[in-house]
């Protein structure tokens, strides 16, 4: 009976080990045409972004999760993971935090609302915060977020993930230096894995 | 390394019997048979490369730094040929001309084996999208298998000559014809296989018409006015027609081919 129970256990272990993982999880780069170190707008749930940061690229990293989407109480944080261009170095970490009010959303697939919709970052309720080294909030001169395009993906007729596709572009101050991002897109596939419901805690 | 190794071989072997030939040979040469017809069978692979199918994810690519793209997909083309050829020899026997009618199949897939357990053997395919749903099904692989009835024209010269071999080599070129294609796609998940024509109507069929030219060489056995037998390397055939299959595209070809031909005037 143990013989069996142990065979058993093996059998399940080489089995679960072997799972393969969805690719729909990776980041897939497709070079923007014009900007070949910016990925190019796409709508195919790719995982990545890039904005053209003065002279510089902020882009997704393979080493982060591009996307992490934070709900708190009335709030939606979307928090752009990746490269902090002006620091070469191993673990060169940066991240741009936009948080705004919206309480109709509640899971990841309430995310299709966002179809065609913009957030003006000079709103009042609107917060954008840049993560280099230490984290500030950017006083926001100009700028949006535009979701071009909020789509349901059925994998073999099963659904899967939302697909959030975009583009952005802000004007701030910094050390009351005005910059300016340009040129952002973005497109995300969003499952309940980088939702993060924080109402509450 | 292998065939490099015996067409080495073949080429040492040959021009040693040419060079014995040379000098004990004080007969006068045979006159030119003129007419020989002939059956032809081989093989030729291709380099093959990705088409951008606007509805395939590119979730078989991948780039390293940004800098270099590698595919995950394994694509492959590969012919099969037979034909029946007529081939005149001319220039005391030192140009051969040969043309006739073949038939081929060109094999075309797009598939997935990553060979890593962190990858899966699939990759997908966007059959629908429309307002705000997408629906991509996961393929684990597409084939294309082609008919074609081709001409093959090809001038050899054979500048080593003996009584009993002679080392040539040829340009040629061949012009297809597409009879048909059957297509099939392998679905990752079996129970989307209902799905098959919708997918497979994503694609376009191949051209019809289809043509390669190149350069080979070769070794034939045989005396002069009896029965030959030819080994051929097709050592670099470029493609007139890189858009002619519509799954994949190719740019050179490599292969071999064995014929057999026999004198018709004696």
Known sequence: MKNILFIFTISLLIVTGCSKESELNDSIYIPDSDYSNLPAYTEWGYNTFGVIWERKYFTYSTDEIPLKIIKNDSTISLLFQGYNPYDYSYGNYMALKFTFIDSEINEYTDLLSYNDHIINFIDEDVKVEMTLGDTEELQILDGEIHFKRAQKLFVDDEEEQIILSGTFSLKFLQNSVPESMTNGRFDFGINDDIFYDLSGK | ?266
């Open chain 2, 1 to 266: 390394m292998r065939k490099n190794t015996i067409l080495i071989l073949m080429l040492f072997f040959g021009t040693c019997i040419s060079a014995q030939s040379i000098s004990t040979d004080h007969e006068p040469e045979i006159s030119v048979p003129g007419l020989y017809i002939g059956i032809e069978s081989g093989i030729k692979t291709f380099n093959t490369f990705e088409k951008e199918h606007e509805f395939i994810r590119e979730s078989a690519s991948y780039y390293y730094g940004y800098s270099y793209r590698y595919s995950a997909l394994s694509l492959m083309s590969l012919s099969y040929y037979a034909s029946i050829n007529a081939e005149y020899r001319m220039l005391d026997n030192h140009l051969w001309v040969s043309g006739g009618i073949s038939y081929s199949t060109m094999n075309a897939s797009i598939a997935k084996y990553s060979g890593s357990d962190s990858h899966p053997d699939y990759f997908y395919v966007l059959l629908n999208q429309q307002d705000n749903e997408s629906y991509y099904y996961r393929i684990s692989e597409l084939r294309f298998l082609s008919h074609y009835i081709g001409i093959p024209l090809d001038f050899n010269f054979a500048p080593i000559t003996s009584k009993y071999f002679q080392l040539y080599g040829k340009i040629g070129m061949d012009l297809n014809f597409r009879v048909n294609t059957n297509k099939r796609a392998t679905f990752y998940n079996e129970e989307m296989n209902s799905y098959e024509p919708e997918v497979l109507a994503l694609f376009e069929d191949p051209q019809n018409f289809y043509a390669l030219a190149g350069f080979g060489g070769g070794l034939q056995i045989g005396q002069k006015n009896k029965p030959n037998i030819r080994f051929e390397m097709d050592l670099l055939s470029f493609v007139l027609t890189p858009d002619a299959l519509s799954l994949v595209e190719q740019n050179v070809a490599f292969g071999g081919n064995i014929s057999f031909l026999i004198p018709l005037n004696k």
